[in-house]
């Protein structure tokens, strides 16, 4: 069974930083894409930023040159620095896995639990 965990998310005050983490468990294979989706009451969950397995990255407009998401493979871990934070990034903030489990033929997606990130102006 495959498990991802979040960890990181909290209280800041605006321009302030945070640093979140996702570490995947179990019997995994081989993990492709991570991702990083954010949901804010009353709106729908968008993409924040994603990392595929050679280190290429993107990132949704609203958070360009202030996000940063980084993986170690060693550790199936998967981060989002973010930066220079605004109240507007106040959401619960999930991460998200394409993985191959030892017992299965193809990938599949995971999702962790979500952690609250809140940012007061």
């Known amino acids: 069974q495959v498990q991802l965990v979040e960890s990181g998310g909290g209280l800041v005050q605006a321009v302030g930083s945070l640093r979140l983490s996702c570490a995947a468990s179990?019997?995994?294979?081989?993990?492709?894409?991570m991702r990083w989706y954010r949901q804010a009451p009353g709106k729908q969950r968008e993409l924040v930023a994603i990392?595929?397995?050679?280190?290429?990255?993107n990132y949704a407009d609203s958070v360009k040159g202030r996000f940063t998401i980084s993986r170690d493979n060693a550790k199936n871990t998967v981060y989002l620095q973010m930066n220079s934070l605004k109240p507007e990034d106040t959401a619960v903030y999930y991460c998200?896995?394409?993985?191959?489990?030892?017992?299965?033929?193809?990938?599949?997606?995971?999702w962790g639990q979500g952690t609250q990130v809140t940012v007061s102006s």
């Open positions: 998200n896995a394409d993985i191959l489990g030892y017992s299965s033929s193809r990938y599949s997606g995971y």
């Open positions: 179990g019997m995994i294979f081989r993990i492709n894409a």
């Open positions: 990392i595929l397995s050679g280190s290429n990255t």
